[in-house]
């Protein structure tokens, strides 16, 4: 098992910027990919961005590509958002994803894909 818990939600204003840290404990040996997803009120879970599990390669859903960075820190089972250039419409619940890969390059990004889920820390950009 794995768990993951995420780090860094707030109240923002738009325009700001914002970064979130998700922390991975447990059977971390293994390679792990990673994903950001996030929730708004009323709405399916969406994906935001993902990074293969050698780090190397990442991908960004359209609405937040440009904007967002993924990144993470496999020596210290870390993965992070940044998030500049808030928008009213990123708020959210946003959760940190994890699932045990053999492919290092791949990158998942559909919810189905992820083993392991952390609790969902909120983000909120006001107008």
């Known amino acids: 098992q794995v768990q993951l818990v995420e780090i860094g939600g707030g109240l923002v204003q738009a325009g700001d910027s914002l970064r979130l840290s998700c922390a991975a404990s447990g059977r971390t040996g293994f390679m792990y990919a990673k994903a950001w997803f996030r929730q708004a009120p009323g709405k399916e879970r969406e994906f935001v961005a993902a990074?293969?599990?050698?780090?190397?390669?990442?991908d960004y859903g359209d609405s937040v590509n440009g904007r967002f960075t993924i990144s993470g820190d496999n020596a210290k089972n870390m993965v992070y958002l940044q998030m500049n250039s808030l928008k009213p419409e990123d708020t959210g619940v946003y959760y940190c994803?994890?699932?045990?890969?053999?492919?290092?390059?791949?990158?998942?990004?559909?919810?189905?894909?992820?083993?392991?889920w952390g609790q969902g820390t909120q983000v909120t950009v006001s107008s």
């Open positions: 990074i293969s599990g050698n780090g190397a390669g990442t």
């Open positions: 994803a994890a699932t045990s890969t053999r492919f290092a390059a791949y990158i998942y990004t559909r919810s189905e894909s992820y083993d392991y």
